[in-house]
C-alpha cells in the first residue's frame, strides 16, 4: 500500500521536500488488485462481487477501491519515479509494474528482480537494489 500512496500523492500536490520517488512492488489500480488476488486464491473471477464490495466501502468509509488508481494518475505525476517489482510476483504481478512504468510520462526507470516474489526484490538482490536507488538519487537529485 505504501507504493500505492506514493505514487498518488506524486500527482496530486506533493511537498516541495519531495523530489523523486521510489516505489516498490505497487499495483495498478485497488480494484484490479483485489480481484486479481482472489481469482488467483479461489479460482474465480469475483468481479463483480468486489465492484459490489466497492460499493459498500463507498457507503461506509466514503471512498470506491478505483479511487486507488494509481494508472490513471500517472499521467499527472510531479516527480521522477523509479519502479521496482519482482520478476516473480504473483501477489501483485510483475506485468502491473511494466504497465504502471509505461504509463508514467516523467522520467522514469524500471527495475526488474528475477525470481523475486512479492516484496522479495531487496531480499533477493540487496547490492543490485541499493545501487538502483543509489544511481536514481544521484541522477535526479544531484548527490546522496
Do not use: W
Request: aromatic share 10%; charged share 20%; net charge negative.
Amino acid at each position: 500500500m505504501g507504493a500505492a500512496t506514493v505514487m498518488l500523492v506524486n500527482s496530486e500536490n506533493p511537498p516541495e521536500q519531495v523530489k523523486i520517488i521510489i516505489e516498490d512492488c505497487g499495483f495498478t489500480n485497488a480494484h484490479e488488485e483485489i480481484s486479481n488476488t482472489l481469482k488467483d486464491i479461489i479460482h474465480f473471477n469475483f468481479t463483480p462481487l468486489v465492484s459490489m464490495a466497492s460499493l459498500v466501502c463507498k457507503m461506509k468509509a466514503g471512498y470506491f477501491f478505483n479511487d486507488a488508481d494509481c494508472i490513471g494518475k500517472l499521467p499527472l505525476a510531479k516527480n521522477p519515479i523509479l519502479f521496482i517489482h519482482g520478476g516473480a510476483d504473483t501477489f501483485v504481478p510483475t506485468e502491473m509494474g511494466i504497465r504502471l512504468h509505461k504509463a508514467c510520462t516523467v522520467p522514469k526507470d524500471l527495475f526488474i528482480v528475477d525470481g523475486a516474489v512479492h516484496a522479495y526484490s531487496y531480499y533477493d538482490a540487496p547490492k543490485e537494489y541499493q545501487q538502483k536507488v543509489k544511481d536514481f538519487i544521484v541522477k535526479h537529485i544531484g548527490s546522496l
